[in-house]
């Protein structure tokens, strides 16, 4: 922090851990997901960085991770070299990678969540080895494939798209809920209001990681539901995790010259 800003710092995989341990203490039915754009620049220093996201990223046990465009600057190896993620790829095939395309989470209270992830071809550099299918054709039939298999009670949909284009898919009849996590520059102004519409929402992610979007879904038994959005400061008030702590430092001393 420099002093200027309106808000102090935010973010870090510190507080994002702690976080993470005192949400699912009050609230064990979680899904936890990750909408993609891990990395930033394919330098040596980037790529330290990256590394130790990810390892944080295995630790903090996510249920399903989307890709972005800014997902395969360092190729489709990195990513498979971390296999406790449970990555999604959706409507991405990538050689030499091939995570599962969806995923379902069954609850302790008989509740069961589809996980589809989907991104628009019109946000990606072109890369060697990446195919990208029609993502509103996968959606429909990786939705029906679910129907029949899973029978969700909930699907959610993990969009990598601009804003206009991920809110349309609110209009597709099975998906309950959109979040999209596309943000092309980190100084964008993005509007983070959620959209309710035909009982169903789209939130977005908050850009460098500073806020955790809590998304709070009842289902009555006849199946209608409804939402409650909130956004939570990774500030000061939230304790640093000390193993975190010391990922944290190993990195800072591996960057120093």
């Not at 299918?133 to 699907?155: G, H, N, W, Y």
């Not at 993005?190 to 850009?207: A, E, R, T, W, Y």
């Amino acid at each position: 922090p420099c002093g200027c800003a309106k808000e102090e710092d935010q973010g870090g995989i510190e507080r994002r851990m702690q976080y993470l341990k005192e949400a699912r203490k009050k609230h064990p039915q979680i899904l936890l997901v990750d909408t993609g754009d891990h990395f930033k620049e394919p330098t040596r220093q980037g790529k330290l960085k990256a590394e130790t996201l990810l390892i944080a990223t295995e630790k903090m046990k996510y249920d399903a991770v989307a890709l972005g465009d800014r997902d395969l600057v360092y190729g489709s190896q990195f990513l498979k070299d971390q296999t406790q993620i449970p990555w999604i790829t959706g409507n991405l095939v990538i050689d030499q990678f091939d995570p599962a395309r969806s995923r379902v989470k069954n609850f302790a209270n008989g509740l069961k969540a589809g996980i589809l992830a989907i991104a628009d071809p019109g946000v990606f550099y072109s890369h060697f080895g990446l195919h990208i299918e029609d993502p509103k054709q996968t959606v429909l039939k990786q939705v029906a494939d679910m129907q029949k298999s899973e029978k969700p009670d909930i699907i959610v949909l993990l969009t990598h798209a601009k804003r206009e284009i991920a809110l349309a898919y609110l209009d597709l009849d099975e998906v309950d809920i959109v979040i999209n996590g596309h943000i092309a520059s980190e100084t964008d102004v993005i509007d983070m209001k959620p959209v309710l519409k035909n009982g169903k929402i789209f939130v977005q992610s908050s850009p460098r990681g500073q806020k955790m979007g809590e998304l709070k879904v009842e289902v009555n038994p006849e199946n209608h539901k409804t939402f409650s959005h909130n956004l939570v400061k990774l500030d000061s008030s939230i304790k640093s995790d000390p193993e975190m702590v010391k990922l944290h430092e190993s990195i800072m001393k591996k960057l120093k010259p």
